[in-house]
């Protein structure tokens, strides 16, 4: 299930605010200017590969090219028997930002955004038909878990694909991982 848990950064042991109402989602996450959709479900044959995934949604895909400027569109996926699960893991989760949107469609699985505006940390769960765009300048990170299981759609508008410029700064650190707010056991 989707969901949003709102954190301050000066008490990130709780979150102040958690919701899994998908209107409150959206209208919160507009608020600070980060899209968020639910697109339908498409069926895909077990072990699709990225041109497949890309057809299925090249509606949606198209919509948001034309809408938004990006040039190119890829498939990333990553499952729990991926030999570099763990560095991969650690790549994206310290805070940083982007000089374009990133932007990710949950084709399948799940994953944990972290947007940081001000004192205040938004986490979105995002699940299979979400699709979030962080805008440029955002700080934030994602974690996929140490166990990840997730495709996802990424639209670019840089066709060098994904650029960050990491803060150097700890709050990653500090505010509960996927584990705890997925309720999985580390």
Same mark, same amino acid.
């Given at each position: 299930m989707t969901t949003l848990s709102i954190f301050n950064q000066n008490e990130p042991d709780t979150a102040q605010t958690v919701t899994s109402d998908p209107q409150a989602i959206r209208d919160t996450l507009k608020a600070h200017g980060v899209r968020f959709e639910r697109w339908p479900t498409r069926e895909l044959p077990d072990g699709a590969i990225q041109?497949?995934?890309?057809?299925?949604? &090249?509606?949606?895909?198209?919509?948001?090219?034309?809408?938004?400027?990006?040039q190119t569109a890829d498939v990333v996926?990553?499952?729990?028997?991926?030999?570099?699960k763990a560095e991969l893991r650690k790549k994206f989760l310290d805070e940083h930002t982007h000089s374009e949107?990133? *932007?990710?469609?949950? *084709?399948?699985?799940?994953?944990?955004?972290?947007?940081?505006?001000?004192?205040?940390?938004? &986490?979105?769960?995002?699940?299979?038909?979400?699709l979030i765009?962080?805008?440029n300048g955002t700080r934030h990170w994602f974690d996929m878990g140490a166990e990840p299981e997730f495709t996802c759609i990424r639209l670019f508008t840089n066709p060098e694909g994904w650029v960050a410029s990491f803060t150097g700064e700890d709050i990653a650190t500090r505010i509960p991982r996927y584990e705890a707010l997925a309720g999985v056991q580390s």
């Open positions: 041109e497949q995934i890309l057809t299925v949604y &090249a509606d949606e895909v198209n919509r948001l090219k034309q809408e938004c400027g990006f996926s990553l499952t729990s028997d991926h030999p570099q949107d990133e *932007v990710r469609f949950f *084709v399948h699985g799940q994953g944990l955004f972290y947007l940081r505006f001000g004192d205040q940390i938004l &986490a979105v769960m995002c699940q299979k038909n979400d765009s962080v805008p």
